[in-house]
């Protein structure tokens, strides 16, 4: 087939489903790049250009990246889908860059928690995985609890994430939520880190950092993300992921149809298949990212991997994202000094 | 045993045979020089001699005992280098006194008047404030010397230490060694290329050819009578003529046949003559030749004279004249001609 | 002065083409350095808020305890880099200059091999190192000197051995020019006088040596005062050098004004050595 008999056919096809005779434009979405854009593609990306005959531009762009691409765009946006995992979109849809989706726009929205589609009333997409913080452990230790931290036998032995990392973030706001801190309050979560720096909990700031200390025996117990794990299990070392009872707070993921572009219903098809049972046990499988689809049936060996099923999924904690994001230069200073030597 | 005894000295740079077994005895108080073309080893034997370069055979022995395997701060000798060597980051006073500080026998003060006295022999102490730099190159030799002298030497080594110098400052720095050595009596070692200087100097000349000794002897009879083709061609001045002894007396390759007394037995034979022995006209004996070249050089003329295959020169006052096509005759007495050995 | 050249001798076309020599590195300059150092000035006096006084983002560093023990830090953490780097940059370039070319040469890649690494690989090189039951710290605790377990991992010892391997070749190159014009006459001098090996090099060497260390100290000193991946990667969060915070400041809090007038201090301090530098090297030659 030539390139321009396929390009037609891709024009006749886009027609049809916007319902509209407007020449085809590219479908233009964002990945994150590495490993993750390889199973974004290979998960979502070339399944849709199958089912709706498009072709789909990609543009690496992270999620603050993203959103400032999609503010300068905001009178000519290029992009159909955009990808948030920093809780961007709530800015986004404030800011009206966002189209609002209806849970009949979905045909998958009833599978999903209800957590992975509360802000679509508010104009923001669905969560389609979650990265899970939680307990890494090299099974010395059987961590239940967020407080296994303060009691581990020894603790030199403990790591914790740095604030500039997401995951060291949200270590400390979880800590906070475990001794009682509130988003307005963050001392009490503080107060944990020296506790845990005061046991000698070392901080580390970049996840090959985690993967050297958890390999040269330096440590054995850390809070990181449920992902990573699967990397370091990956690399030949024994490392269980545990979900602390309290709960685990978790990196949202979410896909959004942008406001503004001819082919809005093709972007929702986007999302719609995104958020599709078989496309996140893919990411489960491939990432070890949660699902956010109930439907999801995952094989026991992965299961006991990756934070599933109804309970596991009740007990992600989200914390709000506009507080967060609000708060990160302060709560960032406030912390340098705890923790400085 | 003399004061230095060197026995049997070998050194090889590589696959160089620098020195090929070197023994001389020099008496307490002399003046020895050691003269050679450039890569004759007469400089490695000094340095050898200080302890900068380890011998690989035979050894040094100085009053008595071997210092072969001694470094160099070890042996109290004096080595004065051609580049002077003077420390540039200390004034000329403290340059002087280096050796005593470094030795440290004595206190500072007695140093600072030793150093002073020293610089006074060489008359040099009203510059002890000086820094070397700022001195001229006579002045720079000075000091170097006061510096080598300021501490009785067992031993006084100079290499090359008028060879930067130009010709007038040359002769009066001669004149200064001569004198330093005579109220002194400092055993010195003296390594040069210049015969003239060697000749003048020292009682004493080791003649050094391919890293052996060519010929030693005290300097009035290694100028009367080379004894060597090389010696003699090297301390210049002299004509070396290939004849044939024959009964009835010497052949020269003119064909003209002389009678000299002592002649070797019959065969070939090498006749050295010295150009200043010999004179234009009728002699005792009379050469004839053709001049090739007149030289003139102030207060005498050479003529550089064809005698058959050979070439002779002449060394004569000005008041004898030929030009240059002349045939003429060149004369001499027999008592003059020497045998090469 | 007859043999001097004036301009008209020299050719018409001599001034077009010293401007056109000159250009490229007089754009670079100003456009990669002036221009943002000005920036940077600039910002540094914005005020975080109107009405304030322009030196409201300086007087927050000064007032500040944390950010003072973060510059003390990197301070100390400098010199103690500078000396450690003199001690040992000074006798590798010595033997370099005086060894056969072949060894001293092969010791001179050795040491300049490192530059040619990207920072980070090198840097995580030393955290393999440095860590838990790396070579380092096993080494320390053989020769008795710390615990079986130790680490040097996020500690400032940690941070001096891996700066000082980094900026080695800067001291070592800049030594080593100076040594290779001193006259091996003037040690050998020193040896026949009585002076030992080590005396000689205490004596002679080292003094002639000066001007090389000193400005290698200074490269060294500006360096290390200024670096922070190398800090950060090593030494760990916990012990924050002023360019790391910087860096934090400028990408994660984006207290930009903040950033800068940390940035200009850093600049002045450096300068601060600088100067006196070489007005006093410019006054010695002339």
Redesign the interface.
């Known amino acids: 087939m030539t390139h321009l008999s396929k390009g037609a056919l891709v024009a006749v096809a886009a027609s049809l489903l916007a319902g509209t005779a407007m020449a085809q434009e590219t479908f233009v979405i964002n990945s994150f790049g590495g490993a993750y854009e390889e199973a974004h593609r290979r998960l979502v990306i070339e399944p849709f250009e199958q089912m709706y005959n498009v072709e789909v531009e990609v543009v690496t762009a992270y999620s603050a990246d993203a959103l400032a691409q999609l503010r300068a765009q905001a009178e000519n946006p290029q992009f159909d889908v955009i990808h948030f995992s920093g809780g961007q979109e709530v800015t986004a849809a404030a800011e009206g860059l966002l189209a609002p989706i209806t849970p009949d726009q979905l045909s998958n929205y009833s599978q999903l928690y209800p957590f992975a589609v509360e802000g679509l009333e508010q104009g923001q997409g669905p969560v389609y995985s979650v990265a899970v913080l939680g307990l890494l452990s090299d099974g010395e230790a059987a961590p239940t609890s967020w407080n296994d931290l303060f009691s581990a036998s020894n603790g030199e032995d403990v790591a914790i994430a740095d604030i500039t990392n997401t995951y060291g973030l949200l270590t400390l706001l979880m800590l906070n939520q475990v001794r009682g801190g509130t988003l307005d309050d963050i001392q009490p979560g503080l107060d944990a880190v020296t506790e845990l720096l005061d046991n000698g909990a070392q901080i580390l700031s970049s996840s090959p950092e985690f993967q050297q200390a958890f390999a040269q025996d330096a440590t054995s117990l850390a809070a990181y993300a449920q992902d990573y794990a699967y990397t370091l299990q990956q690399a030949g070392l024994p490392i269980d992921f545990v979900q602390p009872a309290e709960g685990s707070p978790g990196i949202y993921i979410t896909a959004n149809v942008v406001a503004g572009r001819p082919n809005e219903e093709l972007a929702r098809a986007f999302v719609d298949l995104s958020i599709s049972a078989a496309v996140q046990a893919g990411w489960a499988e491939a990432l070890r990212y949660s699902p956010t689809n109930s439907t999801v049936e995952l094989p026991v060996d992965l299961a006991g991997q990756v934070v599933y099923g109804d309970e596991a999924a009740a007990n992600l904690v989200r914390f709000d994202p506009v507080v967060v994001n609000a708060q990160r230069s302060d709560w960032t200073d406030d912390w340098n000094r705890a923790i400085a030597q | 045993m003399s004061f230095l005894e060197l026995s049997n000295i070998t050194k090889r740079f590589g696959t160089f045979e620098a020195l090929r077994g070197i023994s001389l005895s020099i008496e307490r108080g002399s003046f020895v020089s050691l003269l050679g073309p450039s890569g004759c080893g007469k400089t490695t034997l000094l340095r050898i001699i200080?302890?900068?370069e380890t011998p690989n055979g035979g050894s040094v022995v100085i009053d008595g005992s071997d210092v072969t395997r001694l470094?160099?701060?070890a042996?109290?000798?004096?080595?004065m280098?051609?580049?002077y060597?003077l420390?540039?980051?200390m004034t000329v006073l403290d340059n002087v006194r280096?050796?005593l500080r470094?030795?440290g026998s004595s206190s500072t003060a007695d140093q600072r008047q030793r150093a002073h006295e020293a610089l006074a022999l060489v008359k040099l102490d009203h510059l002890a404030d000086s820094r070397p730099r700022q001195l001229s190159g006579g002045q720079q030799q000075r000091v170097a010397l006061a510096?080598a002298i300021v501490?009785q030497p067992r031993v006084l080594?100079l290499d090359e230490p008028l060879s930067n110098l130009d010709a007038r400052l040359r002769e009066d720095m001669q004149i200064e060694l001569q004198d330093l050595h005579h109220r002194l009596g400092l055993t010195t070692i003296f390594v040069t290329h210049d015969q003239e200087e060697a000749l003048s100097l020292s009682d004493r000349v080791v003649l050094m050819r391919d890293g052996a000794v060519e010929r030693d002897a005290p300097a009035d009879e290694i100028y009367d009578d080379p004894g060597t083709p090389f010696a003699a061609d090297f301390l210049g001045a002299a004509n070396v003529l290939k004849v044939l002894v024959e009964p009835s007396g010497v052949r020269l390759s003119n064909g003209q046949m002389l009678t000299i007394g002592q002649a070797p037995k019959n065969g070939e034979a090498l006749l050295i003559l010295r150009q200043e022995d010999l004179s234009l006209g009728e002699g005792t004996l009379s050469l004839d030749g053709i001049v090739e070249a007149r030289v003139f050089m102030g207060t005498r003329v050479r003529y550089v004279v064809r005698v058959g295959d050979d070439t002779i020169r002449v060394l004569t006052d000005r008041d004898q004249s030929a030009q240059p096509g002349d045939r003429i005759t060149v004369g001499f007495s027999p008592e003059r001609a020497r045998w090469a050995r | 002065m007859p043999h001097s050249l004036r301009p008209a001798e020299r050719g018409a076309g001599a001034f077009g083409e010293s401007i056109l020599l000159i250009g490229p590195g007089a754009a670079l300059l100003i456009g990669a350095f002036l221009f943002p150092v000005g920036q940077i000035l600039v910002l540094s006096i914005v005020p975080p808020e109107e009405g304030l006084s322009i030196w409201t983002n300086f007087a927050r560093f000064f007032e500040d305890d944390y950010y003072l023990r973060v510059a003390w830090r990197t301070f100390r953490l400098s010199v103690i880099i500078t000396l450690v780097t003199a001690m040992i940059g000074f006798p590798l370039a010595y033997v370099v200059a005086r060894t056969p070319r072949v060894v001293g040469y092969t010791l001179l890649l050795l040491t300049v091999l490192p530059l040619m690494t990207s920072v980070v690989v090198r840097t995580f090189g030393w955290i393999i190192a440095l860590g838990r039951g790396g070579p380092v710290a096993d080494l320390l605790s053989l020769a008795g000197l710390g615990a079986r377990d130790a680490t040097l991992l996020h500690t400032e010892t940690g941070i001096v051995i891996a700066m000082v391997q980094v900026l080695l070749p800067f001291m070592t190159l800049t030594t080593l020019g100076v040594i290779s014009t001193i006259?091996p006459?003037?040690e050998?001098?020193?040896?026949?006088?009585?002076?030992?090996?080590y005396?000689t090099l205490r004596?002679?060497v080292l003094?002639?040596s000066v001007p090389g260390l000193v400005s290698g100290s200074l490269l060294v000193f500006a360096l290390s005062i200024s670096s922070f991946v190398t800090p950060n990667l090593v030494g760990g969060v916990r012990l924050p050098v002023m360019a790391g915070a910087i860096y934090q400041q400028a990408t994660s809090t984006l207290d930009w004004n903040f950033a800068a007038a940390q940035s200009t201090l850093l600049l002045a301090a450096v300068l601060g050595l600088l100067i006196p530098y070489l007005a006093l090297t410019r006054r010695r030659h002339g």
């Not at chain 2, 042996?75 to 080595?79: E, G, I, S």
């Not at chain 3, 050998?188 to 090996?197: D, K, L, V």
């Open positions: 200080a302890g900068l470094p160099p701060e042996r109290k000798l004096a080595m280098f051609q580049s060597a420390l540039p980051h280096f050796p470094m030795q510096r501490y080594l | 006259h006459h003037l050998e001098a020193s040896r026949t006088m009585g002076a030992g090996f005396r004596h002679v003094p002639l």
